[in-house]
């Protein structure tokens, strides 16, 4: 007759498997991001399907290891692979983001970043939890609609950050080659500003979307802070309306001002600076 688990060897065998889900997603980008780096062209399609099958096998392991977290004091732990939540759903929605662009727009250019950023993370979630506990946290209202907008908001502009350093590269450091054309070459540097451009206009509106959603829970809740304590009380909530404040500028420069090209990438890397900082400082002052 076929074993009957316990309720403890029930949990402990999906630990075992959340872990090695996470180890099968982890070795997976790694493999993806070796092929994508000796830029093989004959075994796109097959690398393109792996990344979707890791992504795939990703949203099972986050979907098994949340299941099995436990609430304590309103933070969410895990007794056999503890792991920040909020780190591994960032990755993750950086994952999904690279897909809707490929799929949408066939996007190639950032699965290179997007491979590494993931199978890095998963690597090394824990060294990273214990460097900045305060930065990516268990915190359960990351489960929440109005934070996941906000990761996916994040996602997206993180997403233009490798589109902006290979425009810069191409247009400042690498010399053109004899046989390369004046035409191809702007027309390289025009898709790398497009596609940023592109990105950016995803995560305005999901940054939007996250900011009325909280507004109108707080709002519900009788639980809207006062101005002068906005920071003090949700931190995260001001680090999102300065990345859509940024946005706005950064779209508001194209379609107003016409600032393309090498302006936007520097007005674009100035903001994501900005957003850094005050992530991190966030961090080091709680």
């Known amino acids: 007759m076929p074993a009957i688990l316990t309720p403890i060897g029930a949990c402990r065998t999906l630990s075992i498997m959340t872990k090695n889900l996470f180890l099968a997603t982890m070795a997976s980008y790694w493999i993806c991001f070796l092929l994508r780096l000796l830029g093989s062209p004959k075994v796109t399609k097959k690398i393109v399907l792996l990344e979707r099958t890791a992504l795939l096998v990703f949203t099972a392991a986050l979907v098994f290891y949340i299941s099995k977290l436990q609430v304590i004091g309103a933070q969410l732990h895990s007794e056999t692979y503890d792991r920040p939540v909020s780190l591994l759903l960032l990755v993750w929605s950086l994952s999904v983001a690279h897909l809707v662009t490929e799929v949408v727009y066939g996007n190639q250019t950032t699965a290179l970043f997007v491979n590494f950023c993931t199978a890095l993370a998963l690597n090394l979630s824990a060294a990273i939890a214990s460097f900045f506990p305060h930065l990516f946290t268990h915190d359960l209202n990351w489960l929440s609609f109005h934070r996941l907008c906000f990761l996916f908001g994040y996602a997206f502009c993180i997403l233009a950050l490798p589109l902006v350093f290979q425009y810069f590269w191409l247009s400042c450091v690498q010399k053109p080659s004899a046989s390369e054309e004046a035409g191809a070459r702007q027309s390289r540097l025009w ?96």
């Open 191 to 286: 898709r790398l500003d497009r596609m940023a451009y592109r990105l950016v206009l995803w995560a305005l509106p999901l940054l939007t979307a996250g900011i009325i959603t909280e507004a109108l829970v707080l709002l519900e809740n009788h639980q809207l802070p006062d101005p002068a304590d906005l920071w003090r009380v949700n931190k995260e909530t001001v680090l999102a309306l300065a990345t859509w404040f940024l946005c706005g500028i950064y779209l508001h420069t194209r379609l107003f001002f016409g600032w393309k090209n090498q302006r936007s990438a520097i007005l674009y890397l100035a903001g994501l600076v900005l957003l850094l900082v005050g992530h991190f400082s966030q961090a080091v002052m709680s």
